[in-house]
């Protein structure tokens, strides 16, 4: 695969620095601007951007959708399950205080940290599971329309109607939607 | 490992977080259970569990008066309070309750009407919901409940599209967009309240309005409330949502949804209406409650009247649902102790019944694959207990004596009449309403007994795990038909403290 060289290139670029800034904002965020959901976001940008530039199949391969789904469950058991962490250390949900048993400010620093891991995890896990049921959605009606023996994309359309043409594609893969 | 300040985990002083908290872990995990049947014991179990915690609850308010709870212990009007008085205990008690015995009969509901795939998702589903309503319920913090609002409304709308019939995802995109614009509506008017008095803590707010009151943010945000909670539980002319709704989502769903979720929008009202602008003196001559009236009567008759003219049974039930809202927004718009015992114990008695009746439709949908009244000829043979049960159901619908429905509508007439003539007139309306009721009951009745069961394949009786809970509803409304120390005593204390709060 020749085609598209620059954004290729470049996506191999910037990809792990995003990545790496999603988990910047991530940690930082309890003492800059930040937090798990614009980390989340931004992190699941740059899986986004992954699949827009090297294909839908090749990051379902990186990250599957199963693995995905168990993420977007983990993230918020990781939240509930500090909550029930303070209640069995005898405080009430979510009152961080009681994590560090020497000094409450400690305790609320770490709390604070783990729920925003939680949050960002499914934040970016939903980013994620959106963007590939919705791709996936318009693969599968490519599919279905190259199936299609009347609408074969090899023959030649002329300029002037390439328009028409588009919205006709429209109106099937509409037509698609409500099957 | 404690600190000074905490004396260890402590189950009582914390089951106000734990009901809320026990589903909502339990939603995720749910989507871990893969294997048959997984979801749906993990649900019950969890489901059980709730329902203890409510009955606990109830009772230490009742004995103790109100719990409050500080949410990460933080004090309120700060924090995040959970707030339980009777009211809400009340209402917590009837929606884990009918999750409770909903979920045996989801079993084979379920089994049929959602894709073996999606059991897991389906059950995570159906526990924040529940989640989401104990969370409106709890919560005495009025931006928690647009949150929890939130939770309950966008996993109703999954639970509504789960089923097979390709007319569920139109019905629930549908109350989709209308349960979005009342969430918006309600949060606009939270909004314009906590810019009025800077705090989001109800009894705060209640306390804080008085200064402000007379001014025309604090009229916007009670209309865009008002407005925004009518929508959620479905009151005239904001109803288009509901039969779609209830007739095309899975069975269980809709006898889920139809006991509880409507009942706890109402309780929302309730508290917005009582709670926080009940102590507003400018809004007095404005008559705020009965506003709702003509609202009421005019669900409950053209409900009534709708309902007549079903050709699906579900539909037929949805349409009644509608005409029961109005009785309850009836009961509250009569504004005096009475019409809101009234309204709140049709509330605990309309889940019991309607409940019990769309048990039935759903059984006679899995017997017989469909729930055209045409389709039903002779069901009274072939599914006797089923159809017995409906009609049993029915009269508590129509509010014969010795049914809870009676006891619903009896309190309710009585409310009426100590308005004068017109109370006369609003009694004789209801009375009208129940005729109505009759009719379309009797419709059922006539073909299900009195025609023969078309020939061709062989109607089964429901399978026991359907018959056990929807028994166990029908003969809830007989009981609390005749023994009505629990619903109506609770509901007059509930009626009593939200109207104690307002003087």
């Known amino acids: 695969?020749?085609?598209?060289?620059?954004?290729?290139?470049?996506?191999?670029?910037?990809?792990?620095?995003?990545?790496?800034?999603?988990?910047?904002?991530?940690?930082?965020?309890?003492?800059?601007?930040?937090?798990?959901?614009?980390?989340?976001?931004?992190?699941?940008?740059?899986?986004?951007?992954?699949?827009?530039?090297?294909?839908?199949?090749?990051?379902?391969?990186?990250?599957?959708?199963?693995?995905?789904?168990?993420?977007?469950?983990?993230?918020?058991?990781?939240?509930?399950?500090?909550?029930?962490?303070?209640?069995?250390?005898?405080?009430?949900?979510?009152?961080?205080?009681?994590?560090?048993?020497?000094?409450?400010?400690?305790?609320?620093?770490?709390?604070?940290?783990?729920?925003?891991?939680?949050?960002?995890?499914?934040?970016?896990?939903?980013?994620?599971t959106i963007f590939y049921q919705f791709a996936g959605r318009l693969q599968i009606t490519r599919e279905l329309e190259s199936d299609d023996p009347d609408d074969t994309p090899d023959t030649p359309v002329p300029d002037a109607q390439s328009s028409d043409a588009q919205a006709s594609d429209a109106q099937a893969s509409d037509a698609q939607e409500r099957r | 490992m404690s600190t000074a300040t905490h004396a260890?985990?402590?189950?009582?002083?914390?089951?106000?977080?734990?009901?809320?908290?026990?589903?909502?872990?339990?939603?995720?995990?749910?989507?871990?259970?893969?294997?048959?049947?997984?979801?749906?014991?993990?649900?019950?179990?969890?489901?059980?569990?709730?329902?203890?915690?409510?009955?606990?609850?109830?009772?230490?308010?009742?004995?103790?008066?109100?719990?409050?709870?500080?949410?990460?212990?933080?004090?309120?009007?700060?924090?995040?309070?959970?707030?339980?008085?009777?009211?809400?205990?009340?209402?917590?008690?009837?929606?884990?309750?009918?999750?409770?015995?909903?979920?045996?009969?989801?079993?084979?509901?379920?089994?049929?009407?959602?894709?073996?795939?999606?059991?897991?998702?389906?059950?995570?589903?159906w526990l924040l919901c529940l989640c989401g309503m104990l969370g409106i319920t709890i919560t005495g913090d009025a931006f928690n409940i647009f949150v929890f609002l939130e939770i309950s409304s966008l996993s109703t709308y999954m639970l509504i599209a789960s089923g097979r019939d390709p007319r569920a995802l139109t019905?629930?995109?549908?109350?989709?967009?209308?349960?979005?614009?009342?969430?918006?509506?309600i949060l606009i008017g939270v909004g314009l309240l906590y810019i009025m008095t800077g705090t989001l803590n109800i009894?705060?707010?209640?306390?804080?309005?008085?200064?402000?009151?007379?001014?025309?943010?604090?009229?916007?945000?009670?209309?865009?409330?008002?407005?925004?909670?009518?929508?959620?539980?479905?009151?005239?002319?904001?109803?288009?949502?509901?039969?779609?709704?209830?007739?095309?989502?899975?069975?269980?769903?809709?006898?889920?949804?139809?006991?509880?979720?409507?009942?706890?929008?109402?309780?929302?009202?309730?508290?917005?209406?009582?709670?926080?602008?009940?102590?507003?003196?400018?809004?007095?001559?404005?008559?705020?409650?009965?506003?709702?009236?003509?609202?009421?009567?005019?669900?409950?008759?053209?409900?009534?009247?709708a309902a007549i003219f079903q050709t699906d049974l579900k539909r037929l039930l949805a349409w009644s649902s509608i005409a029961q809202i109005g009785y309850m927004a009836l009961g509250i718009g009569l504004g005096t102790p009475d019409g809101l015992t009234a309204g709140i114990v049709h509330m605990f008695n309309h889940a019991l019944t309607k409940g019990a009746l769309f048990m039935a439709a759903g059984a006679m949908f899995l017997s017989i694959g469909s729930t055209r009244i045409t389709n039903l000829a002779g069901v009274g043979k072939t599914m006797p207990f089923t159809t017995l049960a409906f009609v049993l159901a029915g009269f508590s619908l129509i509010g014969v004596p010795t049914t809870s429905g009676f006891i619903s509508k009896w309190y309710l007439v009585l409310a009426a009449l100590q308005h004068g003539n017109a109370g006369y007139f609003l009694a004789g309306l209801v009375l009208f309403s129940s005729i109505l009721a009759v009719i379309y009951i009797w419709r059922i009745v006539e073909v299900a007994y009195f025609r023969e069961p078309a020939g061709g394949a062989v109607v089964k009786e429901a399978p026991l795990s359907m018959l056990l809970p929807l028994w166990a509803l029908t003969l809830g409304c007989y009981f609390f038909g005749l023994e009505t120390h629990y619903s109506v005593d609770i509901a007059r204390q509930a009626a009593e403290s939200l109207l104690g709060i307002a003087r």
Request: aromatic share 12%.
């Open chain 2, 203 to 305: 009894i705060d707010l209640a306390d804080r309005l008085g200064p402000v009151s007379d001014t025309t943010s604090v009229r916007a945000a009670a209309a865009f409330l008002i407005v925004g909670i009518a929508l959620k539980f479905a009151l005239f002319p904001a109803h288009f949502w509901l039969p779609n709704g209830y007739a095309y989502s899975p069975s269980a769903v809709a006898v889920f949804l139809s006991a509880t979720a409507t009942k706890v929008s109402v309780y929302v009202l309730l508290r917005f209406e009582f709670t926080v602008f009940g102590g507003i003196e400018a809004f007095d001559d404005l008559h705020f409650a009965r506003l709702l009236l003509p609202f009421a009567i005019a669900a409950f008759l053209v409900g009534s009247i």
């Open chain 1, 1 to 128: 695969m020749i085609e598209h060289l620059v954004p290729r290139i470049l996506a191999k670029l910037l990809i792990p620095f995003i990545l790496l800034f999603g988990l910047y904002v991530q940690f930082h965020g309890d003492f800059g601007p930040g937090g798990g959901f614009q980390a989340g976001v931004i992190f699941a940008a740059g899986i986004i951007l992954y699949a827009l530039i090297y294909g839908l199949d090749q990051a379902r391969g990186v990250i599957t959708p199963g693995f995905v789904s168990i993420l977007v469950a983990l993230g918020l058991l990781i939240y509930a399950g500090v909550g029930v962490a303070t209640l069995l250390l005898g405080g009430e949900f979510l009152n961080y205080g009681v994590l560090d048993s020497h000094d409450p400010v400690h305790g609320q620093h770490l709390g604070i940290l783990i729920i925003e891991f939680g949050v960002g995890t499914t934040v970016a896990a939903v980013m994620i």
């Open chain 2, 8 to 125: 260890g985990f402590s189950l009582l002083a914390n089951l106000p977080a734990l009901q809320v908290v026990v589903p909502m872990v339990a939603a995720p995990i749910c989507t871990f259970l893969r294997f048959r049947n997984g979801p749906w014991a993990f649900a019950l179990l969890v489901s059980a569990a709730v329902f203890w915690i409510a009955v606990t609850l109830l009772q230490q308010v009742l004995t103790h008066g109100v719990i409050s709870y500080e949410m990460g212990g933080w004090a309120p009007p700060i924090g995040i309070e959970y707030r339980i008085d009777e009211i809400n205990a009340f209402v917590l008690l009837i929606v884990s309750g009918i999750s409770l015995v909903a979920l045996p009969y989801a079993l084979r509901s379920v089994e049929r009407e959602v894709p073996q795939d999606k059991h897991h998702l389906f059950y995570a589903a």
């Open chain 2, 171 to 185: 019905a629930a995109f549908q109350y989709l967009v209308l349960g979005t614009l009342g969430a918006t509506f």
